[in-house]
């Protein structure tokens, strides 16, 4: 068993996950688990699902306190939405920071912290961002920030949302932005813990994003992001092409594809980095009792 205990939240529910999967991808907490394991094989992690009815939020044998980090995936919910699978995630997330759990949130990890601290989220006026977020641009504090170790300067990012930060919490430090969205990342501070959170997606690859896409191909095309139907098969299946063989500049150039999206280490900075600057230090405090 390895000696990091990760709490991994899957934000989304199992009708979405099942979609997920028919169109070729993985449910977002199993993905995550992988991804966490890849970086780091000392992880031993605990997925749950609060968004499904009867899910448990915190396994019964466990404290949210024995656990060196809490990691939260995407969501196709809206966290303005009054509905028991959000609030139970809110709930949660409270819980985190009071237990002073380093929390990582990707995208909608983000935004249901942001709420839980006492912030608000509101649907994009600019509209969805799917695919890739172009130019994030770091802010000062941003530049300065431990989550960016190893990725200076502006870049480009994995990401599908719809839905933004429009009022931060009281103690938010907005760490990048870019012309979509002027908070694609920030540091909160609540209560006793600390989230990182960002509002792209580091721990996709082009797999997942395609399987996103072929999910939400009928909001792409009436958006006009996309011409028709055709046009986003190829989309889907030029980014898997590119998924198993990174080598593809004819592929890579069509897209603007960049090493910032085809290396991995370089796509998944911020959760390494989450991982060396904020897990392992409670891991080592806890186990020192």
């Keep these: 068993m390895g000696s ?5 939240v899957d934000g989304n529910t199992r009708e979405v996950n099942a979609r997920h999967r028919a169109q070729g991808g993985r449910p977002t907490g199993e993905h995550y688990v992988a991804v966490l394991r890849e970086l780091d094989p000392d992880v031993a992690c605990h997925v749950v699902h609060p968004a499904d009815e009867g899910g448990d939020a915190v396994p019964s044998w466990v404290g949210l306190g024995d656990f060196d980090g809490v990691a939260w995936s995407g969501s196709a919910l809206n966290v303005y939405q009054d509905v028991p699978a959000v609030r139970r995630q809110v709930e949660l997330a409270a819980a985190v920071f009071q237990a002073g759990v380093p929390m990582f949130g990707s995208c909608w990890g983000l935004q249901v912290a942001t709420v839980a601290a ?3 989220v509101r649907p994009n006026p600019k509209g969805r961002e799917i695919g890739f977020a172009r130019h994030i641009a770091p802010t000062a504090a941003g530049a300065l920030h431990p989550m960016y170790e190893g990725k200076r300067g502006v870049f480009d990012a994995i990401a599908v949302h719809l839905d ?3 009022v931060p919490p009281e103690r938010m430090t907005v760490l990048a932005g870019n012309a979509m969205s002027d908070i694609q990342a920030a540091e909160i501070r609540h209560a006793a813990g600390t989230c990182w959170g960002v509002q792209y997606h580091p721990e996709y690859d082009l797999n997942e994003i395609g399987a996103v896409m072929a999910r939400h191909g009928g909001a792409m095309i009436e958006a006009g992001l996309v011409a028709d139907q055709p046009a986003l098969d190829r989309l889907v299946t030029d ?16 897209y603007g594809i960049g090493e910032g999206i085809l290396d991995s280490g ?6 390494a980095n989450w991982l060396s600057f904020q897990v392992r230090p409670r891991a080592a405090e806890r186990a020192g009792g």
């Excluded at 990091?4 to 991994?8: A, D, E, K, S």
């Excluded at 980014?239 to 069509?254: C, E, I, K, M, S």
């Design 4 to 8: 990091l205990r990760l709490l991994v």
């Design 118 to 120: 006492g912030g608000v």
């Design 164 to 166: 933004e930060v429009a």
């Design 239 to 254: 980014l898997r092409a590119l998924h198993a063989n990174p080598g593809r500049r004819d592929v890579a150039w069509l």
């Design 266 to 271: 370089r796509r998944r900075a911020e959760i």
